[in-house]
């Protein structure tokens, strides 16, 4: 070898070490991002999986129920008169609208479910822990600074004094948030929840994968094993290749003007987002079930043709039972990715703000990465905390998504 090839390699070695470094580089510079974005969003949301609050002694006196509707009651004077009860000092008409602004709105609902559920209690005095409004909720949990001068903070001086004698007393607690998981939005920080969110999420991708999973199956079985190679099919194939990198807010647009405003469904439903997230994940599932049934051997098709099996007998009984792992692999994917997407959401309206529970269908829900979007556009503190928690979440959800869709694929398939 000459001097002049030695340089050479050892040029071209070391040209390949630093490319081998920049790859390296890249990816913890990519896998430092990713714990960043995590951690953030774990620091920000971990905190509203609990919610603070108040122990109240109430007196459920039958001068509150003039009615025999129990429902009906004044529950918000009840727990004004136990507010003033519990410190008498407060005479002033601001300090006492300031003192039971201690207590959250849901109160009144906790004490009227309570009621409703046992009416033996009008006339008697109960212990009952009711949520604190959001302000107290975020002081206990450290996120106001009561070092500022009052007039920057949302705790004012008076208030901070009676939220520690309620400390001195055991009054406040940071208990686990039941409601973040079992309500439905609320203009409440401390009352909205998931719930609602999550089952128009469920309802969504059920339509989405009975539309999507035997259409996108059938759609990739007539392509690759029955349809004829000619210009037509080639153009099929390109269409389904292009619509696979279209901005999902076009399939949204294209949502509102046909199911919409032509055949006339209702927004903000279920229905109309999972018929607006098949058109989205159909080129996905298609491109996905192709690739598995171009993975199985011809020597299958060749030996069951062999024996006497008719195409069909070929395709239906031998070459898609081996392809289905990899297909069902394909639509997990494809519906991660509908589960996160928001852009054809906000398009046909599932961006209002819908407090009940959807129960079927068709009744209106909102959704997780809306209601994400929803809650990152309030100004309150609070609802910051219920985002990240919100997005935990919805990361968790995704996760075990992907998780599914490895295993399966590990524990079904195939080596030829």
């Known amino acids: ?24 580089g890249a990816i913890f ?6 714990v960043f974005l995590l951690s953030t969003v774990v620091m920000n949301g971990y905190s509203a999986f609990k919610q603070t609050y108040v122990k109240l002694d109430v007196t459920l006196d039958k001068t509150y129920f003039p009615d025999a509707d129990l429902a009906r009651g004044d529950f918000q004077g009840i727990i004004k008169e136990t507010m003033y009860h519990m410190f008498p000092d407060v005479t002033a008409r601001r300090d006492k609208r300031a003192l039971t602004g201690l207590i959250s709105q849901g109160a009144t609902y906790k004490l009227m479910d309570m009621v409703e559920k046992e009416p033996a209690l009008v006339g008697t005095e109960v212990s009952v822990w009711v949520p604190a409004d959001d302000d107290v909720d975020m002081l206990m949990k450290g996120r106001i600074d009561m070092t500022q001068p009052e ?17 001195a007393e055991e009054r406040l607690k940071l208990k686990f948030n039941v409601n973040f998981f079992t309500s439905g939005d609320s203009r409440e920080p401390e009352l909205a929840g998931i719930w ?9 991708l059920i339509i989405t994968l009975l539309l999507s999973f035997p259409m996108g199956v059938a759609a990739a079985v007539y392509l690759e094993e029955f349809a004829p190679d000619n210009k037509f099919t080639d153009l099929i194939e390109i269409n389904i290749n292009n619509l696979a990198a279209v901005p999902s807010i076009i399939f949204g647009l294209l949502g509102l003007a046909i199911f919409i405003n032509f055949w006339g469904i209702p927004r903000s439903t279920p229905l109309v987002g999972g018929l607006v997230l ?5 080129p996905t ?30 395709v239906f009984h031998h070459v898609l039972p081996l392809a289905l792992p990899g297909m069902l692999t394909g639509t ?43 809650w990152a556009d309030s100004p309150e503190r609070a609802f910051t905390e219920k985002t990240s928690a919100a997005i935990i979440v919805l990361l968790g959800f995704l996760i075990l998504m992907n998780a599914a869709a490895v295993y399966m694929r590990k524990k079904f398939e195939i080596k030829w």
Do not use: C, H
Request: proline residues 5%.
């Open 29 to 34: 510079l990519a896998l430092a991002f990713l």
């Open 278 to 282: 098949t058109l989205m994940t159909l």
């Open 332 to 374: 997990i994917i494809g519906m991660a990715q509908a589960l996160g997407e928001t852009a054809p959401l906000l398009m046909i309206g599932m961006v209002a703000f819908i407090v009940d529970i959807p129960g079927s269908f068709t009744d209106p829900a909102a959704a997780l990465p809306v209601q994400i979007y929803l």
């Open 151 to 167: 007039a920057d903070r949302r705790i004012k001086d008076n208030q901070y004094g009676w939220i520690k004698a309620l400390e």
């Open 1 to 24: 070898m000459t001097p002049e090839f030695n340089r050479r390699l050892k040029k071209r070695y070391q040209a390949q070490k630093r490319f081998k470094l920049l790859g390296i």
């Open 196 to 204: 609602s969110a999550a089952k128009g999420s469920f309802y969504t």
């Open 285 to 314: 599932i298609i491109i996905a079930a192709r690739a598995s049934l171009k993975s199985v051997p011809p020597s299958i098709r060749e030996a069951a043709l062999g024996v006497g099996a008719s195409k069909i007998q070929t």
